[in-house]
């Protein structure tokens, strides 16, 4: 899509256009919705003033990156969006060159531009790294690492802060906008420079306060003090929909030759009224009926989140030493709940994970029983945090890692597939896992008066319904649900246990069925009485190959010198792309008939 001669009035019929292509493919497909139609202009901006072959776009998280991927080519494809084999729902350079880096983990984008700009400076070749980052996002460490670093170096950056939830500052209205845009001119970028090369040159040591004065003074009326502070030039706030207002100060911003922000309001879900405002659930959506605004709703069994949420609620109505925290997902862990009943005791720190963490380290050092309940993906950002602070004092925090397994369309970002790999390893970690709904509620009361970390997974959904009776956890024990005559035995963890049973369910065999439980500490003495009437064990989680089940079975059978056979059903070496979860485990050959026909 060409841009570049359009005038402001064709920008704002494209701008239109691509709103109503937004709408009708995610009213259909699903997707990030509110966040991507309110940064329509900023993007059609950034490709009328920028060249995104040449200077790299950088959408931190790229929830906002729709319009950019339909200016860019893509707008047929754009049908195809997050369904396998079709369009990805963030930022990917394999789809398009346009696409300089895969996005979809909060505020990594200041630092990627950080890096760009040094690459640019090394090659000079002029580039301007362009970044467009949700207000959102600055509420992580991450980012003012690299505005620490970006101020000290002067390297030339735009970074465009859309702002729609909530002020960094207040504005002060149309005196600040001008004001603002004062100090992005040559007047002011004049005098700054005159004063800083007075102060160096010519006034005697102790009283260079004093001209810095006047500078200050005219800092201190905009809303954008804390980033001059870092050595970031400042502008705005905007109306980051005035198409006009959005491309004169880019051009100011490009024209200033070092690292700036650009601070621009924006409303969430703008040209959609429904979804207008503060809605948190039109962030993220599924399909739903564009005239009525009322979302596709599939019946089915209880989602493993709700069920966690309640139980969760019910040890925090018991037991007031029970805290909790999420980092920026109330509602999609269930939090919220208890946030709402108990807002002393659980708490959302935004997009923190590593803070998260160790605050939780002190809240069990002092004898509270914390929850923190965190993605199984972001739950990555906090590595450092659960050895450090968490792991290696031995502290009671329990880790509820939900979206483990298979998470769907929002791809290799978002799969949780690593939890069990990077968290066995740690020494006084215990892992275990729910394999239904019942269970989870059992883990959890268990996890309440544990006195050591530990971390149970479970799934986006719902679990399989079993028949099996559920029991309550004791630690390393593992449970044999059926007792076969075959020498084949399927070992199940957490959801692998559904998988398994169904597969079982289209074998041949007298197939014997564990469900394990504990993947750390293993039931040595239940897996070595099974080693001695089984010789073909076939492990199924929702889980890495490598790290993970089928590996801690097989470190087992060594050092118990067992004479066993293992097979993994895990995932392979591989990031697991997006799609329909289904279609996802058929592609990697994990349907319970491609199991039963490969042990067949």
Known sequence: MNIKNKSIEELEQTAQDIRDRIIEVVSVNGGHFSSTLGAVELTLGMHKVFECEHDPFIFDVSHQCYPHKLITGRWEEFETLRQFGGMSGFTKPKESKADYFVAGHSSTSISLAVGAAKAAALEKNGK???????????????????????????????????????????????????????????????????????????????????????????????????????????????DGHNMEEVIETLKLAKNLGKPVILHAKTVKGKGYSIAEGHHEHWHGVSPFDVETGKFYKKAGAKAATAVFSDALYELAKEDDRVVGVTAAMPSGTGINKLMDKFPERFWDVAIAEQHAV?????????????????????????????????????????????????????????QGQFDIS???????????????????????????????????????????????????????????????????????????????????????????????????????????????????????????????????????????????????????????????????EEDLGLMPEQLAKKIK
């Open 128 to 238: 301007v790294p362009v970044v467009m980052i949700g207000d959102g996002s600055m509420t992580a460490g991450m980012i003012y690492e690299a505005l620490n670093e970006l101020g000290d170096l002067k390297l030339p950056v735009v970074i465009i802060l859309n702002d729609n939830e909530m002020s960094i500052a207040k504005p002060i209205g149309a005196i600040s906008k001008h004001l603002s845009k004062l100090l992005a001119g040559n007047f002011y970028q004049g005098f700054r420079d005159k004063v800083d090369h007075v102060v160096k040159n010519y006034m005697p040591k102790g009283t260079d306060y004093l001209a810095k004065k006047l500078e200050e003074s005219m800092k201190l009326i905009t809303p954008g003090i804390i980033f001059e502070e870092m050595g970031i030039d400042y502008i705005g706030p905007i």
């Open 358 to 414: 160790t605050s939780m380290a002190a809240m069990a050092k002092d004898g509270f029983k914390p929850f923190v309940t965190i993605y199984s993906t972001f739950l990555q950002r906090g590595f450092d945090q659960i050895i450090h602070d968490v792991c290696l004092m031995n502290l009671p925090v329990t880790f509820c890692i939900d979206r483990a397994g298979i998470v769907g369309a929002d791809g290799e970002t978002h």
């Open 422 to 584: 990077f968290l066995r390893f740690l020494p006084n970690m215990t892992l275990f896992a729910p394999r239904d709904s019942k269970t989870l509620e059992y883990a959890l009361e268990y996890a309440k008066d544990f006195k050591s970390p530990c971390a149970l997974r479970y799934p986006r959904g719902a679990f399989d319904e079993l028949e099996f009776e559920p029991t309550k956890f004791t630690l390393g024990k593992s449970e044999i649900l059926k007792k076969g005559t075959s020498d084949i035995a399927f070992i199940g963890y957490g959801a692998g246990v559904g998988r398994a049973i169904k597969t079982a369910n289209l074998c041949e065999q007298d197939i014997t069925i564990v469900d394990l439980r504990f993947v750390k500490p293993m039931d040595s003495q239940l897996l070595t009485q099974l080693a001695s009437k089984t010789k073909k064990w076939y492990v199924f989680s929702d889980s890495q190959k490598a790290g993970g089940v089928g590996s801690a079975l097989l470190e087992m059978i060594s050092d118990e010198d067992l004479d066993v056979k293992v097979s993994s059903f895990e995932y392979p070496d591989l990031y697991v792309q997006h799609g329909d979860t289904k279609l996802l």
